[in-house]
Nanobody
Framework: QVQLVESGGGLVQAGDSLRLSCAASGRTFSRTAMAWFRRVPGKERDFVATISWSGSLTEYADSVKGRFTISRDNSQSMVYLQMNSLKPEDTAIYYC???????????????WGQGTQVTVSS
């Protein structure tokens, strides 16, 4: 079992930065791949980034490459998403997710947080 709680969302202007945090609990965290997805109300969740259990491998959606960075601190049971150069189209609810392997598919993540709202004004 893995429990996830996101935080760090807020209202910012285009070009600003935010750092999202995901606090994880459960004995499997250090060997679990993690990911961030995002969803606009009324739409399906879209992949943002994923990171391997060791933190050595990462993958990003094309829309966020060069702007977002996913990282993890297994000693603190935390996963982060550093978001720079934010754009209005980044506005969404951001979700933290956990799985046994890295993936960009929502269906392959059995564990999810409650989400944190990010709003980017123009």
């Amino acid at each position: 079992q893995v429990q996830l709680v996101e935080s760090g969302g807020g209202l910012v202007q285009a070009g600003d930065s935010l750092r999202l945090s995901c606090a994880a609990s459960g004995r499997t965290f250090s060997r679990t791949a993690m990911a961030w997805f995002r969803r606009v109300p009324g739409k399906e969740r879209d992949f943002v980034a994923t990171i391997s259990w060791s933190g050595s491998l990462t993958e990003y959606a094309d829309s966020v490459k060069g702007r977002f960075t996913i990282s993890r601190d297994n000693s603190q049971s935390m996963v982060y998403l550093q978001m720079n150069s934010l754009k209005p189209e980044d506005t969404a609810i951001y979700y933290c997710a956990a799985a046994t392997l890295m993936s960009n598919k929502e269906s392959e993540y059995p564990y999810w947080g409650q989400g944190t709202q990010v709003t980017v004004s123009s």
